[in-house]
């Protein structure tokens, strides 16, 4: 696909659907964007004919000569912010495809809650983008549906001396969105397929041609070299554990970053065996791994001036007569031991030993991104993030970020009084308390255990890496949540 920005107006280009946005009224668009097309009576007239009253995504396409009109609303006027954009560019380009046109002219809008054209602008096209995704390498797809497709889009700013700023924007959405896209398929794809040795071969094919190091430690030196905690997990698999490094360090590098990510590739909780219903969809336990994976690309191909260590325990955790048992105490990479009170509770496990791990790349900052706990889906629902750390500085940072991108995030304490939950009469730490209370929260208190020393932030993903609901720039399945929050979060470092 191609992605164009010219400066002028969006009735002036000649090729494609001519996309306007629209204001919510009680009655009938209150205002039509950009301006010049609210002063168009005829194109208002066309618009309030047909009954469209500007709530949030809200299409109207239209026929106004030998062209086509698409209006997409955005909803109130008090309401606006940058996300809006977002969907507003998924919801034209989707409804475009679906109505067979392989080409559509978006304005970059001017509205002061939306921020700087540029802003806009990488907001229109990671929008676009991410709402065109799909999934469907492993199904036929008729033909009819397989020539919809968009072929161009086109970004028109109305002020010239906008435009390279635009253009630079856009250049690093395409980056982004190729990024998310890469751990959506990855996310998406059935564990058969997505085993820890595929995980492995695709860190290699991502850093060949950016010239990344790779490392790949496999299973049997994993047992020497004392990585207990995902060796414990991986033992009741057939498939082979890998802990996979992915290093992206430019000559120049500012500040440096560790970023740790749950790789299960599928899970059934092990000998805690999980309930059957939509255990299908712990193919997505791997969400945390998948983000690392795109981060590190995305970063390599922005050139960002920062050192990113992606850091990847990736295995399955399976039921069978070697897997480990409630009761076993391990020995983790730290040296430290964990009774394991419920095998489900894996995530932490392989965790530990990625965190201490990281230690010996002296991080400015540190992040893991796990699918960590299913009390984080009842705590914070599917819109934010759980994120948990004692660092004020580093909290606040992960928050704009998260207001930037919209991948919001909610801290949740780590009180020291936590800790007593966790305390195993055999062990150094056992993996889950048995009071059930405060299930996210003790998850995030056995991390700070093996991250000790680091300027560390955990973020719980249970709940917004994979969605049961179609959105304008989410389709569903995988969300591919942490690839532009945290890219944010590098740029934006200091």
């Known amino acids: 696909m191609r992605i164009t920005v010219r400066s002028g107006r969006v009735d002036q280009v000649r090729e494609g659907v001519q996309v306007y946005a629209a204001l919510e009224g009680e009655r009938r668009p209150e205002r039509l964007l950009p301006s010049y097309a609210a002063r168009d009576r005829a194109l208002s007239r066309l618009i309030a004919g047909s009954g469209f009253r500007g709530a949030p995504n809200e299409t109207a396409f239209l026929p106004r000569g030998n062209r086509w009109v698409l209006v997409v609303g955005l909803g109130k006027a008090k309401d606006l912010a940058l996300d809006k954009a977002r969907q507003f560019a998924a919801t034209a380009a989707r409804t475009v495809r679906a109505r067979a046109h392989r080409s559509l002219i978006l304005p970059v809008l001017r509205e002061p809650p939306f921020g700087s054209p540029e802003r806009v602008a990488q907001a229109l096209a990671e929008g676009a983008l991410l709402g065109l995704y799909r999934y469907s390498k492993l199904k036929e797809v008729p033909k009819h549906e397989r020539d919809r497709r968009i072929d161009a889009i086109t970004l028109v700013v109305e002020r010239a001396g906008d435009f390279a700023a635009a253009r630079r924007a856009v250049d690093k959405a395409e980056v982004v969105a190729e990024a998310v896209s890469l751990v959506r398929d990855l996310i998406n794809g059935p564990s058969n397929i997505v085993t820890p040795t595929y995980l492995a071969d695709q860190a290699r094919a991502i850093a060949k041609p950016l010239r990344l190091k790779c490392t790949v430690i496999p299973f049997a030196r994993l047992k020497r070299m004392g990585f207990g905690g995902i060796v414990g997990v991986a033992q009741g698999s057939a498939h082979p554990a890998q802990f996979i490094i992915l290093d992206y360090r430019p000559a120049r590098a500012k500040h440096s970053f560790a970023l740790c990510g749950k790789g299960i590739?599928?899970?059934?909780?092990?000998?805690?065996?999980?309930?059957?219903?939509?255990?299908?969809?712990?193919?997505?336990?791997?969400?945390?791994?998948?983000?690392?994976?795109?981060?590190?690309?995305?970063?390599?191909?922005?050139?960002?001036?920062?050192?990113?260590?992606?850091?990847?325990?990736?295995?399955?955790?399976?039921?069978?007569?070697?897997?480990?048992?409630?009761?076993?105490?391990?020995?983790?990479?730290?040296?430290?031991?964990?009774?394991?009170?419920?095998?489900?509770?894996?995530?932490?496990?392989?965790?530990?030993?990625?965190?201490?791990?990281?230690?010996?790349?002296?991080?400015?900052?540190?992040?893991?991104?796990?699918?960590?706990?299913?009390?984080?889906?009842?705590?914070?629902?599917?819109?934010?993030?759980?994120?948990?750390?004692?660092?004020?500085?580093?909290?606040?940072?992960?928050?704009?970020a998260g207001k930037i991108t919209h991948e919001r995030v909610w801290r949740l304490p780590l009180w020291d009084e936590y800790a007593e939950l966790l305390k195993s009469d055999i062990a150094d730490i056992k993996n889950v308390t048995d009071t059930g209370q405060a299930g996210t929260i003790t998850a995030g208190k056995f991390l700070e255990t093996f991250a000790e020393g680091l300027p560390w932030a955990h973020l719980d993903i249970a709940s917004t890496a994979w969605t049961d609901k179609d959105k304008p720039y989410v389709p569903k399945g995988a969300v591919g949540v942490g690839v532009r929050l945290l890219i944010e979060l590098m740029e934006r470092w200091k």
């Open 265 to 400: 590739t599928f899970d059934s909780g092990g000998i805690s065996l999980k309930p059957s219903l939509k255990m299908e969809e712990m193919k997505y336990d791997m969400s945390g791994a998948a983000a690392v994976f795109g981060i590190v690309k995305a970063a390599a191909m922005l050139k960002l001036p920062v050192r990113v260590v992606g850091i990847v325990a990736a295995t399955e955790n399976l039921p069978s007569g070697t897997a480990q048992k409630p009761g076993d105490v391990l020995k983790t990479l730290s040296g430290k031991t964990v009774e394991v009170i419920n095998t489900d509770a894996e995530g932490r496990l392989v965790l530990s030993d990625c965190l201490h791990y990281a230690k010996r790349y002296k991080p400015d900052c540190v992040v893991d991104l796990a699918t960590l706990t299913g009390a984080c889906r009842v705590a914070l629902g599917a819109e934010a993030i759980g994120l948990m750390t004692k660092d004020e500085r580093l909290a606040a940072r992960i928050n704009q």
